[in-house]
């Protein structure tokens, strides 16, 4: 949980990559589930009890919850195929326009980005993490930051200005990808905000 909040402090608000970030962070409205699953099913449980309990409680006290899932969905590929559960879950528990959810992940990958693209570091986290967070904290978020569609576009700028060199330097945990796994990602739906 600590490499958790290292990043979101060094690299989401340190580089501003999430202008809304830094007011839920301060006010202690963000909320950090590790889960121990291993599996999808366990992880599914876990999530469900996550959106469950952002859901009971006013935004005032949890506005956003970061679920991290350090055993389970390593590989990104499988990862990025499993959200379509997530939001599964989301449906089934009526919560689909009350909370959305956003992903992150040590090796994330933009689609038709190379691996290595230092771009893609603007979601990458030090563990597989399901970002829930509320549609109503969004809008409000958006209604005061007008140009909220160039966060993504400031965002790759950002990260090419860094480069690899500082991003290592940052520390927090979400490495370059390994070895002999660059290539291509056919399609990666979250894109970081």
Not at 92 to 117: K, N, R, T, V
Request: with cysteine; charged share 20%; proline share 4%.
């Amino acid at each position: 949980m600590q490499d958790t909040k290292a990043w979101l402090e060094r690299a989401v608000i340190g580089l501003n990559l999430c202008p809304f970030a830094r007011a839920v962070h301060v006010k202690g409205q963000v909320h950090y589930a590790v889960s121990a699953a291993q599996g999808t099913h366990e992880l599914l449980a876990d999530l469900a009890t996550q959106l469950k309990e952002l859901a009971s409680l006013p935004a005032d006290v949890r506005d956003t919850t970061l679920l991290m899932a350090p055993d389970c969905l390593r590989d990104f590929f499988d990862f990025n195929e499993f959200l379509a559960q997530a939001d599964d879950v989301l449906v089934d528990l009526g919560l689909e326009g009350d909370i959305q959810i956003a992903s992150f992940h040590p090796h994330y990958q933009f689609a038709g980005m190379l691996q290595d693209d230092i771009t893609n570091y603007t979601n990458r986290a030090p563990y597989p993490t399901l970002h829930l967070l509320r549609e109503a904290s969004i809008d409000r978020a958006v209604e005061s930051f007008p140009d909220a569609e160039a966060i993504f576009g400031r965002n790759m700028l950002v990260m090419q200005e860094l480069g690899h060199a500082g991003w290592q330097a940052l520390d927090v945990g979400a490495s370059s990808p390994a070895e002999g796994d660059a290539g291509f990602v056919a399609s990666s739906r979250h894109e970081s905000s």
